[in-house]
């Protein structure tokens, strides 16, 4: 099964992995009851970098990708991700750097 870079803090933060489409992912923390009040009085975050990514390379990919995303993936760092719109959707993006 495949893992998400924030694998080490589901874990460590006590989450209750389950397989979904090929990936290790977390579906509880402490519960769905107190999740969703946690989410209501502070904030929630959900791991998107199991979704949709574009890969390229060769000498034009940086300008191919300047052209299509909505970011400026030139700020990305090498091992970096970024959300990004592009063409109409949400797309998540590892950038080369």
């Not at 402490?30 to 998107?48: K, L, S, Y």
Request: proline share 3%; charged share 20%.
């Amino acid at each position: 099964m495949r893992r998400t870079p924030l694998f080490e803090r589901h874990v460590a933060g006590g989450a209750k992995l389950v397989e979904f489409a090929g990936w290790e992912m977390p579906v509880e923390y402490a519960g769905v009851r107190q999740e969703h009040m946690a989410v209501r009085e502070a904030c929630g975050i959900f791991d998107v970098s199991h979704m949709g990514q574009i890969e390229t390379s060769g000498p034009q990919a940086l300008e191919l990708l300047q052209r299509l995303l909505s970011n400026d993936v030139s700020a990305i760092l090498w091992g970096e991700a970024s959300s990004s719109a592009g063409a109409g959707s949400r797309r998540s993006t590892r950038c080369c750097g």
